[in-house]
Every structure is written in structure tokens, then in C-alpha cells.
Antibody, heavy 119, light 107 residues
Framework: EVKLLESGGGLVQPGGSLNLSCAAS????????MSWARQAPGKGQEWIGE????????NYTPSLKDKFIISRDNAKNTLYLQMSKVRSEDTALYYC????????????WGAGTTVTVSS | DIQMAQSPSSLSASLGGKVTITCKAS??????IAWYQHKPGRGPRLLIH???TLQPGIPSRFSGSGSGRDYSFSISNLEPEDVATYYC?????????FGGGTKLEIK
């Protein structure tokens, strides 16, 4: 079964940092582009960025480029999101998603991990 | 960025009925739109891609249509398990953007 499982969410103070992980199973992780997205309370989904299989190309939504870093470890079948300089507006459910092999949409999502930014 | 204006934000319909959700893009997205079903505690579930192509295993009660800037998504013969929030996603542009979501309730 194809699965994505996010972890690492929690409470973080404003200005702090947090690292999220996404463990993949049931497919050849090393062949797929992977993305992070988030959904703030009461708002729609927001795409954060994506990374190609070899980590040579990483695309971000421009407004988040300076505070989030996406990386991956294909040997561990794991995707990462490093969050820094967080603010209250970064409070959200964070999802990892697999990009369909032949297209730009996302065909598999994890259930998400919650990040709360508060003092 | 391509903006996706999704409407309505919520709706209520009867069992066995039909609902339609629309997404209007701020520019032509050449049919590169997908639709998702999202239930609390789960990840979004892909229903349709490229405007009208159903994912394997998705019932034909779900359908999509449209072109240019205007797209719609419909569910017919509503069942209790259709209660969820539905989102559109445009993937014509590298900077993928979602509609604001439609919360569906069953009367």
C-alpha cells in the first residue's frame, strides 16, 4: 500500500525552528517528485514547494522561499521540511504529497502533522 | 500566481441528489485542474485530474468538466460518505494553487 506519514509537528515559539519529516512506503520513493503543502485553520490548501528525485531541483512558493527548506533522503525514503523564523501565520496542518509521475498534480497525500506557533 | 476562485464555500444537499462546484481560474489553465476530496484526519484524496479523468476506483457519480478559465465538478446520487470538503487544484503553472474549498453536508 502506498503511504506517506508525516511527523515532527508540535508547539513552537515565534521566531523558532521546527523540522518535519515524511516517511514514504509502498512505492519507489527515489523516482518521484515530492511536495509539501499546508492548510492554516479556516483556510484553503497552500503549496509550499517540491523537490525532484535527485534533489537537484527544488521549487518553492516565492513567499516561503526564505524560511522553509525542503530536502530528502532517498536511502531512508524520507522527505523533510525545515521551518525557520516561524510566525503565528505558519500555524497549520502540514502535508507531504507525491507528485504523479507523469503530471503536475498530487496523487498521494499523507494525513498531515500539526504545527502550532505560539508563545 | 494563478488564483482559483472556488464556489460555493459550503453547500447542503439531499441524499440521492446532485451538487456542482465551480472553480474559476484567473487565467487559462488549459484543463490542468484536479479535484480532491478531503475528510478530517485524512490526507486529500485525488478524484479527478485533467478536468474530467477519473482516478481508478473513483465512482462514476463523480465528474468534471470545463475549459479555459471555467471548470466544474459534480457529484450525483449523493451518499452519506460524500460528506467532506472538496478542493480544486490548478497545475498548469509550476506554482500550484488551490481553490478555497467547498464543504459539503448531506441533509
Amino acid at each position: 500500500e502506498v503511504k506517506l506519514l508525516e511527523s515532527g509537528g508540535g508547539l513552537v515559539q515565534p521566531g523558532g525552528s521546527l523540522n518535519l519529516s515524511c516517511a514514504a512506503s509502498g512505492f519507489d520513493f527515489s523516482r518521484y517528485w515530492m511536495s509539501w503543502a499546508r492548510q492554516a485553520p479556516g483556510k484553503g490548501q497552500e503549496w509550499i514547494g517540491e523537490i525532484n528525485p535527485g534533489s537537484s531541483t527544488i521549487n518553492y512558493t516565492p513567499s516561503l522561499k526564505d524560511k522553509f527548506i525542503i530536502s530528502r533522503d532517498n536511502a531512508k525514503n524520507t522527505l523533510y521540511l525545515q521551518m525557520s523564523k516561524v510566525r503565528s501565520e505558519d500555524t497549520a496542518l502540514y502535508y507531504c504529497a507525491r507528485r504523479y509521475y507523469y503530471g503536475g498534480y498530487f496523487d498521494v497525500w499523507g494525513a498531515g502533522t500539526t504545527v502550532t506557533v505560539s508563545s | 500566481d494563478i488564483q482559483m476562485a472556488q464556489s460555493p464555500s459550503s453547500l447542503s444537499a439531499s441524499l440521492g441528489g446532485k451538487v456542482t462546484i465551480t472553480c474559476k481560474a484567473s487565467q487559462d489553465i488549459k484543463k490542468y485542474i484536479a479535484w480532491y476530496q478531503h475528510k478530517p484526519g485524512r490526507g486529500p484524496r485525488l478524484l479527478i485530474h485533467y478536468t474530467s479523468t477519473l482516478q481508478p476506483g473513483i465512482p462514476s457519480r463523480f465528474s468534471g468538466s470545463g475549459s479555459g478559465r471555467d471548470y466544474s465538478f459534480s457529484i450525483s446520487n449523493l451518499e452519506p460518505e460524500d460528506v467532506a470538503t472538496y478542493y480544486c487544484l490548478q497545475y498548469d503553472n509550476l506554482l500550484r494553487t488551490f481553490g478555497g474549498g467547498t464543504k459539503l453536508e448531506i441533509k
